[in-house]
């Protein structure tokens, strides 16, 4: 079991910066890698970026492709997303998620944050 818990959201101007963390429990986090996911308002839920169990391996949505950089601490249980040049396509509520689960060549995420709130003003 593994509960996750995101912070760190707020409001920035566009051109901003912001670092989102996710805060894992359980003694098995490092066996999981973890997704960030995000959801504006009428929209589906989409990937933004994936880290792999140990942190050296990373993948990015192309939208947030070198402005955006997933790390994670598993000493300290926590994966990060840093946010810089952000724009107003970029607000959505940003979820954690952690997968060790690989079905059909698509991991299965199976714990769920409860989300964290970005907002971009123009």
């Known amino acids: 079991q593994v509960q996750l818990v995101e912070s760190g959201g707020g409001l920035v101007q566009a051109g901003g910066s912001l670092r989102l963390s996710c805060a894992a429990s359980?003694?098995?986090?490092?066996?999981?890698?973890v997704g960030w996911f995000r959801q504006a308002p009428g929209k589906e839920r989409e990937f933004v970026a994936r880290i792999s169990q140990s942190g050296g391996s990373t993948y990015y949505a192309d939208s947030v492709k070198g402005r955006f950089t997933i790390s994670r601490d598993n000493a300290k249980n926590t994966v990060s997303l840093q946010m810089n040049s952000l724009k107003p396509e970029d607000a959505a509520v940003y979820y954690c998620?952690?997968?060790?689960?690989?079905?059909?060549?698509?991991?299965?995420?199976?714990?769920w944050g409860q989300g964290t709130q970005v907002t971009v003003s123009s």
């Open positions: 998620a952690a997968s060790n689960v690989i079905k059909r060549g698509k991991y299965e995420y199976t714990y």
């Open positions: 359980g003694r098995t986090f490092s066996s999981y890698t």
